[in-house]
């Protein structure tokens, strides 16, 4: 079972460039980007009215390098984050059905009312969406979506996009995340969760309750994603998967973002 996870920075071209990264963010933030990412203490008070440039992220949208990306590496699951749902949605759905996913559930982002920066679960195997929700706040940093669909063969798949930066948020993110995939495990279910946790995986482990959970990270924080135009990066995006099954392969890979994208090949049952 093949599992990709992408952060695909809004659909817009050269993110992994700066200057085009910096114009992007300030097309959809404004100017408070810069306070967020540089005044730490700011981070989750810095309220959106809404998307400060809407017709600059239409007109520069640009989808290509990711489908392309699906395309090439055909996944059974893919876990999409940073997706404009009021922008994106239809060429996205009518991409993935076109490369026989069958199952497609939007997390919605909680911010920026009329370009909703999402999450999106999509599976080969007809699977059941299952509503899931986790705390968000409309501001820069504040989380965006969570869903998840189960399987028939027993395996839940929950994609999430934490916070950035602002702990109190992200412990509320990761209490709701963990109850969302403990539910799925009493009911028999194993759990795979994937998608930009926004912190390392062995930071995730410091939560007691996620810890419980017994997942591991496939990529145990080697692979750097984040961001791809700086010479330091840190693990960001993750698949975590059950302790039963076995990471036989995992990459990373470019695609213009200014996150990798994370790809895993898991056994999907013991002995498989």
């Known amino acids: 079972m093949k599992i990709l996870t992408a952060n695909i920075a809004f659909g817009m071209p050269e993110m992994d460039r700066l200057g085009a990264n910096i114009r992007a963010h300030l097309a959809i933030h404004g100017s408070k980007v810069f306070l967020h990412t540089f005044v730490p203490w700011l981070r989750g008070r810095l309220a959106n009215a809404d998307v400060a440039d809407g017709d600059y992220i239409r007109r520069k949208t640009d ?147 996620f810890k419980a959970l017994s997942l591991v990270a496939a990529d145990g924080d080697r692979l750097l994603t984040c961001p791809t135009f700086l010479p330091f990066r840190k693990p960001l995006d993750h698949i975590f998967v059950p302790t039963s099954m076995e990471v036989t392969s995992i990459e990373s890979l470019t695609f213009g973002s200014d996150h990798l994208a994370v790809c895993a090949e898991v056994t999907s049952s013991i002995g498989e």
Not at 85 to 91: A, G, L, S, V
Not at 133 to 160: F, N, T
Request: aromatic content about 4%; charged content about 15%.
């Open 63 to 209: 989808l290509s390098p990711t489908i392309a990306l699906i395309r090439k590496l055909s996944p059974d699951i893919l876990v999409l984050n940073e997706v404009l749902h009021d922008t994106h949605k239809d060429e996205i759905e009518r991409a993935l059905r076109g490369q026989g996913f069958s199952t497609i559930a939007w997390g919605l982002g909680g911010h920026y009312p009329s370009m909703r920066i999402s999450t999106v679960i999509a599976t080969k195997a007809a699977g059941e969406i299952i509503p899931c929700d986790m705390p968000q706040q409309p501001s820069m940093g504040g989380g965006a979506g969570c869903a998840q669909i189960q399987l028939p063969d027993g395996i839940a798949i929950i994609g999430v996009h934490l916070g950035n930066g602002i702990p109190k948020l992200i412990k509320r993110q990761v209490h709701a995340l963990a109850t969302t995939t403990a539910s799925a495990l009493s009911h028999g279910h194993r759990a795979i969760l994937a998608g930009d946790f926004n912190v390392s995986a062995s930071y995730m482990q410091t939560f007691e309750e």
